[in-house]
């Protein structure tokens, strides 16, 4: 085990970009190899960004990703300085930690044991999260005391969840997928007695509008590789496409 330094580790929560098995939520509009292109595009623009935030605070990057044997396939679209943890929730896990709560808590366990004072999962459908969030999640993390720290999206679920200890209640029992997963994982934090540092609430992308609101928008960061891949596949087309099938429908 390495010795942190008190350092706080980020891990986004990543599948191998491959056809029909990522971002199988924007399929339609787009189609399984486009799902997949703007997935390796995600990657890159959020593991950039995590090397950004680290010059803002100390942050170590991951990549947390499944399954077991995809390291070759992730690596191109990673960058540089980002280690990769596997994160398929293998490991033994208590009975009331299920579905994607079990790949979670693997990453969170996995980044600890590596010897960092904290450690936060991060979605992979924010390429152009602000960086400014991820220090900020970082500064409250390696604060005294532990503690939780939350970054809610607008669709319910949440985007970022730091913790200084691999908590497993705080995964147990959320009905994942779901507008009910930030407020469950807020009543768990006050179960465990844990307080509770929210984020400035952000966007998932995983759906139409959410592609649309990432091509009308500026904010966050530049997210250079998914607006270039936005361009490539001329998504702008494709969304009106899709809508005008959708009305005649």
């Given amino acids: 085990?390495?010795?942190?330094?008190?350092?706080?580790?980020?891990?986004?929560?990543?599948?191998?970009?491959?056809?029909?098995?990522?971002?199988?939520?924007?399929?339609?509009?787009?189609s399984p190899e486009s799902a997949a292109t703007l997935s390796a595009a995600f990657l890159r623009d959020t593991t950039e960004n995590m090397a950004a935030a680290s010059r803002l605070a100390p942050i170590a990057s991951y990549v947390a990703y499944a399954p077991a044997g995809s390291e070759a396939l992730l690596r191109p679209h990673v960058a540089a300085g980002t280690a990769l943890l596997l994160a398929d929730g293998s490991p033994p896990m208590p009975p009331n930690v299920q579905g994607?709560?079990?790949?979670?808590?693997?990453?969170?366990?996995?980044?600890?044991?590596?010897?960092h004072e904290a450690a936060c999962v991060l979605s992979s459908d924010t390429p152009n999260l602000p960086t400014s969030l991820l220090a900020e999640a970082a500064a409250a993390l390696l604060a005294g005391g532990d503690r939780a720290v939350l970054g809610a999206a607008d669709d319910g679920g949440y985007y970022l969840l730091g913790l200084k200890a691999a908590h497993a209640g705080m995964f147990a029992d959320i009905a994942w997928s779901t507008d009910r997963v930030a407020a469950q994982t807020r009543e768990r934090a006050r179960a465990l007695g844990l307080p509770v540092t929210e984020l400035e609430p952000w966007y998932d992308i995983d759906d139409a509008s959410a592609l649309r609101s990432l091509m009308a928008g500026t904010e966050g960061y530049a997210a250079s590789a998914t607006r270039a891949a936005l361009e490539a596949l001329d998504l702008r087309n494709v969304l009106a496409r899709h809508a005008a099938e959708s009305a005649a429908a």
């Fill in 100 to 115: 994607f709560g079990r790949c979670l808590l693997h990453a969170v366990q996995a980044m600890l044991a590596e010897g």
């Fill in 1 to 30: 085990m390495r010795p942190s330094g008190g350092v706080c580790a980020i891990g986004v929560m990543a599948k191998a970009p491959q056809p029909g098995r990522c971002k199988t939520r924007l399929c339609p509009p787009l």
